[in-house]
């Protein structure tokens, strides 16, 4: 099949493929080349010969070379240039470029076709030996770095040399001469590391040139950046030859990047930076420092002018914000890509709403267009102001990345990582990040560099992930050797701490207090648009009045699991639950238990009334009772004293109780068989607080969940004592009216799902409990699975951990079936899910298929699961 599609003047054959086939970049440069921007012409080779290249044994397929040709003669033709022509050579650029875009994360390189003679015949047909040297000096270097892996470093000491031999500091001051010994030291120092030295044959280097593009598909930083994205499922990258322009021709030229809106707030507003005299990655690579796009016009009206119609046309075609990159050649301006712009979750809600206001999209596309987890950065907590104010601020970097990171300070990626996989808050403190550090940018809680500007590779990168970062903080003098950075005069090591605000760019010295954020009326439209797409309903996981108020305010709108453990550890109770423990007989438990009524009453008032007209749904006691007891001889000793018995009873039952798979023992409903009377205190104090919010208006809706069923018989013998108890309470309260408690139970053992239709004549919900459900389904204990997790991830013998993204094939077929068998017996039988995917978009998304009734969260998540389920009806 077809391997090249060519774009210019002559044709766009890549207009409307697929952008698996051509990746993002050639498909765009396809498009802008077709609605008439001004895009040098070239080619795209497609990912499927990647695929085959690597499927061949690492060989380029037969026939590409000609197909390659044959598009280069058309360049030819259209540029009035020629390849590998020493008088007037055609140049190009060889681009990698994925379906996904995968910032940085594969290398450039531009120039190619150049060598001794095509540079000096360049230099004598521009009549600027300057601007010729300096493109082959750039093109020794990528070459080497991208096609050889010669250490971006080696170049680096040749170059030094000579700015020291003509004094000058900036690239950009070394004169023609420089440039040209330059050339010559830099082949030097490529044939000492490549073994061979530069090709001078310009098919050599574009074939070449090809390979290592494939090549860079399968480093471990793409690799790495591609499991951490979750980007799967790709032939490759493609690879785009492009006709070069030059940026570096002069004070008349330039090169740049922009986004068409401020992808930190989402401010309809150009937004970028651009460097005189300067070509490709030099704005990126944070070498020198870039100019704001606002400051063009003092430098060329007209390209400014001319490059925000531009940015008006794309967005008007694609609908959606750009991050675009562009090269001024003397005056004239070039577009050399075009994207969808990352951006924060602020700006993303932002520009969501502001193009419906525009008329740019609708409601429904606003709503798709904000990636529900992207939520979590509204929801992220900034400084106290007081505390800011306060602050000891020690230098003023760029904003690059909002949000608040106090850490300890990491110096090199690596050791990020592990720190951070020990749980320590590490902040990493790099000159310049590069993709090599992604590993330990995703761990560290934030990220500070002192050189590169607002689209450096740090900058790119912590946005699209929400994490905080400050760049570009010049005052920062970071010694990553020593591991210390000195910095107003004070110096700071590892294990001192720093703030950083992503949003104003302070870099403070110790912990600054922070606060939880306020949201903005942007977010509240869109939540109201999600509300309005969705049938799924969102509850929430609390077992606080605070926790339910605060997840109410977020839009929750019920209470789908309220565990009963966490109330009994709190003060004097947890004194009263151990008595009740240590109590060899009924009577005993009971009047512990007592005690304990009170308490659990109170709190569950509490939640009846921060959910009032909303359903709660209470599971009663779940845990092992030995998790109530302390281990310790200490502890237990302690425990003793206070409750007045011999520190042997206590270790005895400690031991007693003691189990070999305590996950698998005495817990959930096994509890209330053996202890009937905990059911039945738990029950009377839900009812009893139901009865006091029925004299006080307050619309309580209990739900008395059941754990830990595995067969109908379980359910029918405690149904039964909690209605017994339901009623005994309502004859003593002498309460006449109805309190419409349901009875039901959590489906997570697999056998209760295999027969849900048994369990179900017993049921009046079904909640699945699918962090339990996962655990016992793959046989994967919840509390071990760190230990070879890391290692089935990495081998690819699960996609992801299943228990934060539903497993659909297995444990998803479970929930399948128990909600088909249960709706068989009873149709509309209320189901919800609670576990950890209550709150994860792709579970979400499977709740809504199979048909739940509802999805319950932890409250900071209720947000993302409102988005998630509109996203899923849509
Ligand atoms: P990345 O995916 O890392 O952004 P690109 O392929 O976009 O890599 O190339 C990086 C930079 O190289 C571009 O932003 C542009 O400045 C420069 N570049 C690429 N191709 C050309 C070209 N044909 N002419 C001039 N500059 C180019
Ligand atoms: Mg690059
Ligand atoms: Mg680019």
């Known amino acids: 099949s077809k391997m090249v599609y060519y774009f210019g003047k002559t044709k766009t054959e890549g207009r409307g493929k697929a952008k698996s086939l051509l990746g993002g970049k050639g498909l765009n440069l396809a498009e802008m080349t077709a609605i008439g921007l001004p895009v040098p012409p070239g080619f795209t080779i497609t990912t499927e010969v990647c695929d085959s290249y690597y499927k061949n044994g690492k060989k380029l397929p037969a026939g590409l070379i000609e197909e390659v040709n044959k598009a280069v003669a058309i360049m030819e033709k259209e540029l009035k240039k020629k390849f590998g022509d020493d008088a007037n050579p055609l140049l190009v650029s060889v681009?990698?470029?994925?379906?996904?875009?995968?910032?940085?994360?594969?290398?450039?390189?531009?120039?190619?076709?150049?060598?001794?003679?095509?540079?000096?015949?360049?230099?004598?047909?521009?009549?600027?030996?300057?601007?010729?040297?300096?493109a082959y000096r750039r093109l020794i270097n990528m070459f080497g770095d991208v096609v050889m892996g010669m250490d971006h470093h080696t170049f680096e000491a040749a170059f030094d040399k000579i700015k020291k031999k003509y004094k000058v500091s900036d690239d950009t001051d070394v004169p023609a001469e420089g440039l040209k010994e330059l050339c010559e030291a830099y082949k030097t120092v490529f044939?000492?590391?490549?073994?061979?030295?530069?090709?001078?044959?310009?098919?050599?280097?574009?074939?070449?040139?090809?390979?290592?593009?494939?090549?860079?598909?399968?480093?471990?930083?793409?690799?790495?950046?591609?499991?951490?994205?979750?980007?799967?499922?790709?032939?490759?990258?493609?690879?785009?030859?492009?006709?070069?322009?030059?940026?570096?021709?002069?004070?008349?030229?330039?090169?740049?990047?922009?986004?068409?809106?401020?992808p930190n707030t989402g401010e309809n507003k150009f937004f970028g930076e651009f460097l005189i005299n300067a070509q490709g990655e030099d704005v990126v690579?944070?070498?020198?420092?870039?100019?704001?796009?606002?400051?063009?016009?003092?430098?060329?009206?007209?390209?400014?002018?001319?490059?925000?119609?531009?940015?008006?046309?794309?967005?008007?075609?694609?609908?959606?914000?750009?991050?675009?990159?562009?090269?001024?050649?003397?005056?004239?301006?070039?577009?050399?890509?075009?994207?969808?712009?990352?951006?924060?979750?602020?700006?993303?809600?932002?520009?969501?709403?502001d193009m419906v206001k525009e008329n740019l999209i609708d409601k429904k596309e606003a709503v798709l267009r904000v990636p529900a987890n992207d939520l979590t950065q509204l929801l992220l907590p900034s400084f106290k102001t007081t505390a800011r104010n306060a602050a000891d601020v020690l230098a003023r970097g760029l904003p690059a990345s909002p949000g608040a990171a106090v850490g300890t300070l990491s110096f090199d990626a690596q050791d990020a990582k592990a720190r951070a996989a020990e749980g320590e808050k590490v902040i990493l403190v790099r000159?310049?990040?590069?993709?090599?550090?992604?590993?330990?940018?995703?761990?560290?809680?934030?990220?500070?560099?002192?050189?590169?500007?607002?689209?450096?590779?740090?900058a790119v990168v912590a946005r699209g992930w929400g994490k905080c970062c400050v760049a570009g903080a010049g005052d920062v003098q970071i010694d990553e050797k020593a591991k210390k950075i000195t910095v107003s005069g004070r110096t700071f090591k590892e294990k001192d701490v720093l703030s950083l605000d992503g949003t104003t760019g302070e870099v403070m010295a110790g912990e600054v207090e922070t606060q939880e954020p306020t949201l903005s009326g942007d977010f509240s439209k869109l939540m109201g648009w999600a509300d309005e797409f969705r049938t799924l309903k969102v509850r929430t996981n609390a077992d606080s009045p605070a926790d339910s108020k605060r997840a109410r305010d977020f839009g929750a709108e019920g209470i789908g699991l309220c565990r009963t453990e966490h109330m009994f550890f709190e003060g004097d109770r947890i004194t009263h639950m151990r008595s009740m423990i240590l109590a060899d007989n009924e009577k005993d438990r009971r009047a512990a238990l007592k005690k304990l009524l009170p308490f659990q009453r109170k709190d569950f008032e509490g939640i009846f009334k921060a959910m009032n007209g909303c359903p709660v749904t209470i599971r009663l006691l779940d845990p092992p009772l030995h998790e109530f007891l302390p281990h310790e001889d200490k502890a237990q000793k302690e425990m003793a004293a206070e409750l007045g018995?011999?520190?042997?009873?206590?270790?005895?039952?400690?031991?007693?109780?003691?189990?070999?798979?305590?996950?698998?023992?005495?817990?959930?409903?096994?509890?209330?068989?053996?202890?009937?009377?905990?059911?039945?205190?738990?029950?009377?104090?839900?009812?009893e607080a139901a009865i006091k919010c029925a004299g006080k208006n307050i619309d309580a809706q209990p739900e008395i969940m059941i754990p830990l069923i595995g067969t109908a018989a379980e359910l029918r013998v405690l149904r039964e004592r909690v209605e017994a108890t339901i009623e005994e309470v309502t004859t003593q309260k002498k309460f006449e009216g109805d309190l419409k408690i349901l009875i039901g139970t959590m489906i997570e053992i697999p056998r209760a799902a295999l027969t849900a239709d048994e369990v179900a004549e017993y049921a009046d919900f079904f909640s699945f409990g699918t962090n339990d459900l996962t655990q016992m389904t793959f046989g994967y204990s919840r509390d071990d699975v760190n230990t070879f997790l890391p290692d089935y991830l990495a081998n690819d013998l699960?996609?992801?951990?299943?228990?934060?993204?539903?497993?659909?094939?297995?444990?998803?077929?479970?929930?399948?079936?128990?909600?088909?068998?249960?709706?068989?017996?009873?149709?509309?039988?209320?189901?919800?899910?609670?576990?950890?995917?209550?709150?994860?978009?792709?579970?979400?998304?499977?709740?809504?298929?199979?048909?739940?009734?509802?999805?319950?969260?932890?409250?900071?998540?209720?947000?993302?699961?409102?988005?998630?389920a509109a996203q899923a009806a849509l």
């Open 645 to 687: 018995v011999k520190p042997a009873d206590v270790r005895r039952r400690t031991e007693s109780l003691h189990e070999s798979n305590p996950m698998l023992g005495h817990r959930g409903c096994r509890l209330s068989v053996t202890y009937p009377e905990i059911l039945e205190m738990q029950v009377r104090a839900i009812v």
């Open 431 to 458: 000159k310049e990040t590069s993709p090599e550090d992604v590993d330990g940018m995703h761990a560290a809680t934030g990220i500070l560099t002192s050189t590169g500007g607002m689209t450096s590779h740090a």
């Open 285 to 353: 690579a944070g070498i020198r420092t870039p100019q704001p796009v606002a400051e063009m016009p003092k430098w060329n009206k007209a390209v400014h002018k001319q490059l925000l119609e531009i940015k008006d046309t794309l967005e008007t075609h694609y609908k959606e914000m750009q991050d675009i990159e562009f090269t001024i050649e003397k005056g004239t301006l070039f577009m050399l890509q075009t994207r969808t712009g990352k951006r924060t979750g602020v700006a993303a809600v932002k520009i969501a709403c």
């Open 191 to 262: 044939e000492k590391h490549a073994g061979t030295p530069f090709p001078q044959d310009p098919i050599e280097q574009l074939s070449l040139a090809v390979e290592a593009v494939f090549g860079s598909w399968n480093t471990a930083r793409a690799v790495s950046y591609r499991q951490i994205e979750n980007i799967r499922g790709l032939l490759g990258t493609a690879v785009n030859v492009q006709s070069m322009v030059y940026g570096n021709m002069g004070d008349d030229s330039g090169t740049g990047v922009a986004f068409t809106r401020n």
């Open 95 to 134: 681009r990698s470029g994925a379906a996904v875009s995968m910032p940085g994360m594969m290398n450039t390189i531009l120039n190619l076709g150049l060598n001794d003679a095509a540079t000096e015949g360049l230099a004598k047909q521009t009549n600027n030996a300057r601007f010729a040297y300096d």
């Open 798 to 868: 699960l996609p992801c951990d299943p228990f934060q993204s539903i497993d659909v094939a297995g444990v998803g077929q479970l929930v399948e079936i128990g909600v088909t068998k249960g709706r068989s017996v009873k149709k509309k039988l209320k189901i919800g899910i609670c576990g950890e995917h209550g709150g994860e978009p792709a579970s979400i998304d499977f709740c809504n298929r199979v048909g739940l009734d509802y999805v319950s969260c932890s409250p900071f998540r209720v947000p993302i699961a409102r988005l998630a």
